[in-house]
């Protein structure tokens, strides 16, 4: 049974770091795209940063400079690396996956989620 299992989540004040671990279970990352997606309260779920499995990665322009998305295939995770991080970064961040090395930013194309994980920013 494909699973895939957020972590890492927590309270964090601004301007510090947290790292978000995403474990698959039951497939193998290797062949799969992998979304890091966040939904705030009172809005829609929004794409973060994404891998595909020929290696490109991208993201929003929200995130980018302060967040990083990484993979070990060997441990079949990906990782997101959160730096600076900000109020407005405050969500519950979800891992998705979808087959194929197309990079797809579309919610709706990713079959398989997490359960996610809450990340709050405040001091």
């Known amino acids: 049974q494909l699973q895939l299992v957020e972590s890492g989540g927590g309270l964090v004040q601004p301007g510090g770091s947290r790292r978000l671990s995403c474990a698959a279970s039951?497939?193998?990352?290797?062949?799969?795209?992998i979304g890091w997606f966040r939904q705030a309260p009172g809005k829609e779920r929004e794409g973060v940063s994404y891998?595909?499995?020929?290696?490109?990665?991208y993201y929003a322009d929200s995130v980018k400079g302060r967040f990083t998305i990484s993979r070990d295939n060997a441990k079949n995770t990906v990782y997101l690396q959160m730096n600076s991080l900000k109020p407005e970064d405050t969500a519950v961040y979800y891992c998705?996956?979808?087959?194929?090395?197309?990079?797809?930013?579309?919610?709706?194309?990713?079959?398989?989620w997490g359960q996610g994980t809450q990340v709050t920013v405040s001091s």
């Open positions: 998705a996956a979808r087959t194929g090395m197309i990079l797809v930013r579309d919610t709706s194309a990713y079959p398989y």
């Open positions: 039951g497939f193998t990352l290797d062949y799969y795209t």
């Open positions: 891998s595909s499995s020929n290696g490109r990665t």
